[in-house]
Every structure is written in structure tokens, then in C-alpha cells.
């Protein structure tokens, strides 16, 4: 009944799977629609180890837009994860406006050079000062609903994957301004459930974060940010039980980047 708007492919070199095996997924989970969302190629060079190469990006269109034509159920969407870094909109404007996607997810994987979800660099948390790190991350995340270039916020708390959390009087500091700049972007937010698979073992966002920004209206969508096919669809159930929880009756879908408002399941 809802729709999956975070889905990789192997193309951003740290998934696995055919494409096709993740539509099969998605059809034995019962999802009757989902949404490709690959890490955006790059001409700049930032994180080539994590997307496709701008070479490899019309095979990925053509892939998804194909798919979408031959299958009839799940219904597919197609649609691009795209970083926000300093400096990113001479790149992004230009070309994502020359694209037809459906979704725009925007997301922020670094704190300068430091990739704060990475694996190989979390001995850098034990290094930094927690608050600080946080009101950073928080900033960059408004200048991401500044530019007005992305519909949906992926993964919004995501520093928090191997568990370093500010204080609640910390946290409602820094994210209220951030989701104040998100309404006023007119984006969404999702309930990305891949934070339960990880250390920290809960959804992005958190609860609090989600009260948040049901406070201030910002509407919601659901993402698996699956890289393997089984994570289609992963822990939905969950998801929609902390949606209602924040007082949540509705989610966001998106065609051709409009977003409607459908009553929750």
C-alpha cells in the first residue's frame, strides 16, 4: 500500500543485485508502486567511490524508463539521489532541470571532507565535538532546502548511525531551524528504515525529529534505501506505526515531481 522511494542499484558500486530482481522483490512484497533513486553521477569528482559515472547515467536512464514501460506492477518511478555539498548547485541546477524525474531525494553524506556515515572513518566521532558536529550537519541541511533543487530529505538524522545522539535540548536547537528552511522548500521527509539495519538500529528520522516536522507540516514518504533486493519494502510496518505515532495521517507521492497527498493504509 505504500510507496518505496529509496531504491539503489548496483550502478552506485556498493549494491548488489540485478534491477529487474528488485522490481521481483517489490512484487512479492505486495508495493504496487517504487521508486529508483541512484546516488547522482558527478562531474565535479565528489565521492566517485558511491555513484555512477555521468558515462554510465544514460544506461541508468534508459534502464528505469524501459522497466517503467514493461511493467505493470509494482508501477515504477524514476528518480535520482543527489548530494548536497557547497558548491553543488553549478552542476545541479542545470542538469537536474534538464531530467524527468520523479523524485529528488537530497541528502548529505559529509561534513567537509569527513564522510560522517562511513564505515572506515568513525574513529573520526571520537575525535570531534558532538554539539558542534551537529549544529554543522544541521546547517548544511538548510542550505539543502535553501536551494529548493530536491523534493525529499533522505535519511534526515543520519549522523546518529553508530550511535553518537546529541541531547534532546541540543537536538530540538538545531533541527528546528533546518526543518523550518524544509517547509519552507515545500519538501517531504521520509521514514528511511535502512537506520534500523545499521548500529544505531532505528528509523531516520527519530521520533522526536518526526513530531517535529509534523508540528510544522512538512509531509512524509517511506524509503527501504535498499542495495540489495531483500531490503525492498524492509520494515514498513514499522515505519507506518511511527508515522501515526507523530501524529502523522497522510504521505507524499510523487509523478514528474508534483507531490499528492495519500490517506495512510
Known amino acids: 500500500m505504500l510507496t ?13 543485485g540485478e534491477i529487474s530482481q528488485y522490481v521481483d522483490a517489490a512484487r512479492k512484497g505486495s508495493l504496487t508502486e517504487i521508486c529508483f533513486t541512484d546516488h547522482a553521477p558527478d562531474p565535479d569528482g565528489y565521492d566517485l567511490k558511491h555513484r555512477m559515472t555521468m558515462e554510465e547515467f544514460p544506461f541508468y536512464r534508459d534502464t528505469i524508463m524501459e522497466l517503467r514501460r514493461n511493467t ?19 552542476f545541479l541546477r542545470p542538469w537536474l532541470a534538464a531530467q524527468d524525474f520523479d523524485i529528488v531525494l537530497g541528502s548529505i553524506h559529509y561534513i567537509k571532507t569527513w ?9 573520526v566521532w571520537e575525535s570531534v565535538d558532538l554539539e558542534a ?20 530529505v533522505a535519511h534526515l538524522d543520519i549522523p546518529k548511525k553508530f550511535g553518537h545522539r546529541p541531547s534532546s535540548v541540543v537536538l530540538e536547537k538545531y533541527a528546528g531551524p533546518a526543518l523550518d528552511r524544509i517547509a519552507t522548500a515545500g519538501m517531504a521527509i521520509e521514514l528511511n528504515t535502512s537506520g534500523l539495519r545499521k ?38 510496518d514499522k515505519a507506518l506505526t511511527l508515522a501515526k505515532e507523530a501524529g502523522y495521517t497522510k504521505y507524499a507521492r510523487f509523478n514528474r515531481r508534483k507531490q499528492t497527498l495519500t490517506p495512510l493504509p
Open 72 to 90: 505493470k506492477k509494482p508501477a515504477i518511478l524514476y528518480g535520482v539521489e543527489a548530494d548536497y555539498y557547497n558548491g553543488c548547485e553549478k
Open 199 to 236: 548500529p544505531v538500529k532505528e528509523i531516520y528520522p527519530s521520533l522526536a525529529i518526526l513530531e517535529m516536522a509534523e508540528q510544522r507540516n512538512i509531509p512524509i514518504c517511506f524509503g527501504s534505501d535498499s542495495h540489495q533486493p531483500g531490503e525492498v519494502g524492509y520494515a514498513f
Open 115 to 123: 564522510g560522517i556515515d562511513n564505515p572506515d572513518e568513525i574513529s
Open 133 to 152: 558536529t551537529w549544529k554543522e550537519y544541521f546547517e548544511l541541511m538548510g542550505k539543502l532546502a535553501d536551494t529548493k533543487l530536491y523534493d525529499v
Open 4 to 16: 518505496d522511494s529509496h531504491i539503489h542499484t548496483y550502478l552506485c558500486k556498493h549494491a548488489t
